[in-house]
């Protein structure tokens, strides 16, 4: 059975792993899964045929057979869910795993993702630096919180689950900032996860990708 | 085996149920399970006990025995697994249930919720008028991708998922904006979600709640 996923033919973030392929990659490593890949250009993301696939026009999406995934939470979790080790088969341990997955996403992600954004599509707006501020502060009563429940663990909750590869993936987005040393377990938590020989191959062939499209127009 | 959600013991909606008890309450109904409720005020939500559930300090959690989950997604997915009707069995089917589930909460709540916030946070700040024009943009284009995938269907898969209410749920916080107007298709989803039995009962609690809030101090 192939499974083939799209990203970026020519990746914003220049090879950085912060596009969203590159969570879905990290799982298909950690569960020792080939894959194939299909890159896209923004153009084609608008068309037809992508769009049938992504109805949001984005990437990652996940084919295998007949089935179509196009929400990297989503395909992480049908990665997790049809192999051992990045879900715990104890029933509530497996709940709590499936809650710090909803928890990155939906609590962790958004205030992170909009400072990104804004350093984008806000920098030359009057209000850029108060409105960072803003930003910021939002992102650290979320860091508050993860820092004082993860405390000295190694992950969130027991081993490493797909909880743990989307909150590193969601903090990973804090890179060159300096939010993220304020929080030095925070800072390690990451540092564990990027450690960690799955991530470097995800990374290195996202990377890949980055590099031979610099040879391109 | 008892249930117990958290609430806002007096919500800052007013009863329009928007508050994310709501689509775990309106789960709940959907699956026949009955639940207690513990409301907390804003000043509890941000005491060690509380935090002990929910490290970000919010509403909902969920506790069952000695399981305690604190992401209204998490909680939404814990019910639909357990019981049937919210997701399901068949195996691609159930995949892109789940998929919706995560389009609903990551890609199409964020930009809506975006909105709300600044609507409440940035009403009187210097770029409210044009950030707010940069929120509906990106809110019509996922709009635009929903309402063509929709098309005349019911639902968004088949049957009606776990997906259908989360993304109801989410598309509810445009009610009073007329966003959702300029896609008929999607404002008659919503009011088949709104018409169901369960979300009409979930909805009656969670008002009642709010209208007993208003005899207090």
């Given at each position: 059975?192939?499974?083939?996923?799209t990203?970026?033919?020519?990746?914003?973030?220049?090879?950085?792993?912060?596009a969203?392929?590159?969570?879905?990659?990290?799982?298909?490593?950690?569960?020792?899964?080939p894959?194939?890949?299909?890159?896209?250009?923004?153009?084609?993301?608008?068309?037809?045929?992508?769009?049938?696939?992504?109805?949001f026009?984005?990437?990652?999406?996940?084919?295998?057979?007949?089935?179509?995934?196009?929400?990297?939470?989503?395909?992480?979790?049908?990665?997790?869910?049809?192999?051992?080790?990045?879900?715990?088969?104890?029933?509530?341990?497996?709940?709590?795993?499936?809650?710090?997955?909803?928890?990155?996403?939906?609590?962790?992600?958004?205030?992170?993702?909009?400072?990104?954004?804004?350093?984008?599509?806000?920098?030359?707006?009057?209000?850029?630096?108060?409105?960072?501020?803003?930003?910021?502060?939002?992102?650290?009563?979320?860091?508050?919180?993860?820092?004082?429940?993860?405390?000295?663990?190694?992950?969130?909750?027991?081993?490493?689950?797909?909880?743990?590869?989307?909150?590193?993936?969601?903090?990973?987005r804090?890179?060159?900032?300096?939010?993220?040393?304020?929080?030095?377990?925070?800072?390690?938590?990451?540092?564990?996860?990027?450690?960690?020989?799955?991530?470097?191959?995800?990374?290195?062939?996202?990377?890949?990708v980055?590099?031979?499209?610099?040879?391109?127009?």
């Amino acid at each position: 059975m192939t499974i083939t996923i799209t990203a970026f033919e020519r990746s914003p973030d220049r090879g950085k792993g912060l596009a969203r392929d590159m969570r879905v990659r990290w799982a298909l490593e950690e569960v020792g899964r080939p894959y194939d890949v299909r890159l896209v250009s923004f153009e084609a993301m608008k068309q037809p045929d992508h769009l049938a696939r992504s109805p949001f026009g984005q990437i990652p999406t996940y084919e295998e057979e007949d089935l179509v995934l196009f929400e990297s939470g989503a395909i992480v979790f049908h990665i997790a869910e049809r192999h051992a080790s990045l879900l715990p088969s104890e029933r509530d341990a497996r709940a709590r795993a499936i809650n710090w997955m909803f928890a990155a996403l939906d609590t962790v992600e958004p205030p992170i993702f909009e400072r990104t954004l804004a350093q984008i599509l806000e920098r030359d707006e009057p209000w850029f630096e108060q409105r960072l501020q803003v930003l910021e502060a939002n992102i650290r009563k979320r860091l508050d919180g993860l820092s004082t429940r993860l405390g000295d663990a190694e992950w969130l909750d027991g081993a490493f689950t797909a909880g743990d590869l989307l909150m590193v993936s969601v903090l990973r987005r804090l890179h060159g900032s300096t939010i993220l040393e304020d929080y030095p377990n925070l800072l390690a938590y990451v540092g564990r996860g990027e450690a960690r020989p799955a991530y470097k191959r995800a990374f290195e062939a996202q990377r890949a990708v980055f590099e031979a499209s610099k040879g391109t127009a």
